[in-house]
């Protein structure tokens, strides 16, 4: 296993116990650094269905891996993703459930409901690198199924 891998297994075990310790009624979650503050106001910009805020905090050449794949490339596709995205589900919303920011890192556990007919939500778990104050990679971990429904 690579060094990407084990450190992935890593972050995906910290965010699972601190979402079995947590209370399930109460979001365990503080803005603590600029890094998370940045996550934060793009969780802000999902809830407003706003994709000019939403790419504010990613550097030009940001990458998003899927499952290892990339499924963005560049802030303008990030973007063209998000404007698509709030189009095709104009009641999506989202709420951290948990934020944990480590070095150049931030874990974010939020989950998701695409539209008011989902009550219970989805989980999902995103890794964001950051270079120079911008987030330059993502790491996603959702359900595979979550567009599918």
């Not at 603590?32 to 996550?39: D, Y």
Request: glycine share 4%; proline share 1%; with cysteine.
């Amino acid at each position: 296993m690579n060094r990407m891998n084990r450190l992935n297994l890593l972050l995906i075990f910290i965010v699972a116990i601190l979402t079995n310790c947590s209370n399930a009624s109460k979001l365990n979650h503080e803005i603590v650094g600029k890094q998370s503050e940045i996550i934060a106001s793009m969780i802000d910009a999902v809830n407003e269905k706003d994709a000019e805020k939403y790419v504010i905090g990613f550097a030009e050449n940001v990458k998003v891996f899927v499952e290892s794949e990339m499924k963005v490339n560049g802030r303008d596709d990030m973007k063209a993703n998000r404007e698509n995205h709030f189009k095709n589900h104009p009641n999506v919303r989202s709420e951290i459930q948990h934020l944990v920011e480590i070095d150049n890192k931030v874990i974010l556990h939020d989950k998701v409901w695409l539209d008011e007919s989902d009550k219970i939500g989805q989980n999902i778990v995103e890794i964001f690198t950051f270079k120079n104050g911008q987030v330059t990679r993502v790491d996603v971990i959702q359900p595979k199924d979550l567009f599918k429904k």
